[in-house]
């Protein structure tokens, strides 16, 4: 159980409801999460409608945002968001060794631009004023400069879903772990430390 009240889509201004229910709908097996985001509707109509609008434009390569999520996911130890997308990225080609070790500096299975991605997603999360011009020059081998900026929005955007998650306690949905198993997930990745 959450730290807070969950919502439901009947609960929700009519302006908003359609977010709620799109995101519930089609986004992924979210729905704790959006539950608990509508406790503020300028909240689910702008977070929730970006993820939305993002995914409709899909400017993005998803394997390099799910690297990137999951990068930041292992790396901020959010139990919710590594079982979510932990699947979606062995869905992108990458074996389940591969996304348990991704935080290893030599971690097999990652080609360099999965390599640059993983990288950058580390850094934007620990160091984000010590990246050196050099990676921009790098990324802009793989990447347009509008790919470059949503990569960096969603790495960051990432790391707030995680405290938000894990602040609120926001538990994950029914079916969630047997599917990040069933592709190889660990249980381990969903132990999280606290001092």
Same mark, same amino acid.
């Given at each position: 159980?959450?730290?807070?009240?969950?919502? !439901?889509?009947?609960?929700?201004?009519?302006?908003?409801?359609?977010? $709620?229910?799109?995101?519930?709908?089609? $986004?992924?097996?979210?729905?704790? !999460?959006?539950?608990?985001?509508?406790?503020?509707?300028? /909240?689910?109509?702008?977070?929730?409608?970006?993820?939305? @609008?993002?995914?409709?434009?899909?400017?993005?390569?998803?394997?390099?945002?799910?690297?990137?999520?999951?990068?930041?996911?292992?790396?901020?130890?959010?139990? $919710?968001?590594?079982?979510?997308? &932990?699947?979606?990225?062995?869905?992108?080609?990458?074996?389940?060794?591969? /996304?348990?070790? *991704?935080?290893?500096?030599?971690?097999?299975?990652?080609?360099?631009?999965?390599?640059? /991605?993983?990288? $950058?997603?580390?850094?934007?999360?620990?160091?984000?004023?010590? *990246?050196?011009?050099?990676?921009?020059? @790098?990324?802009?081998?793989?990447?347009?400069? @509008? !790919? *470059?900026?949503?990569?960096?929005?969603? &790495?960051?955007?990432?790391?707030?879903?995680?405290?938000?998650?894990?602040?609120?306690?926001?538990?994950?949905?029914?079916?969630?772990?047997?599917?990040?198993?069933?592709?190889?997930?660990?249980?381990?990745?969903?132990?999280?430390?606290?001092?």
């Amino acid at each position: 159980m959450p730290r807070v009240r969950e919502v !439901q889509a009947h609960e929700v201004p009519e302006d908003v409801r359609p977010v $709620y229910e799109r995101f519930a709908r089609d $986004y992924g097996p979210f729905l704790n !999460q959006v539950k608990v985001f509508a406790r503020r509707p300028p /909240v689910l109509k702008h977070i929730m409608g970006l993820l939305l @609008e993002l995914a409709d434009e899909a400017l993005l390569p998803k394997r390099s945002l799910e690297i990137a999520i999951v990068v930041v996911s292992k790396l901020n130890e959010c139990a $919710y968001c590594v079982a979510h997308h &932990t699947p979606r990225l062995v869905d992108q080609g990458l074996s389940a060794d591969t /996304v348990a070790r *991704i935080l290893e500096p030599d971690c097999p299975g990652l080609t360099p631009l999965d390599r640059l /991605v993983r990288d $950058y997603a580390v850094q934007v999360t620990t160091e984000p004023n010590r *990246i050196r011009d050099g990676v921009f020059t @790098e990324l802009r081998m793989h990447f347009t400069e @509008e !790919q *470059i900026v949503e990569l960096t929005v969603r &790495t960051a955007l990432c790391g707030f879903f995680n405290r938000v998650n894990d602040a609120l306690g926001i538990g994950l949905e029914d079916g969630v772990i047997e599917e990040m198993l069933a592709k190889g997930g660990r249980e381990e990745d969903l132990a999280v430390h606290h001092a």
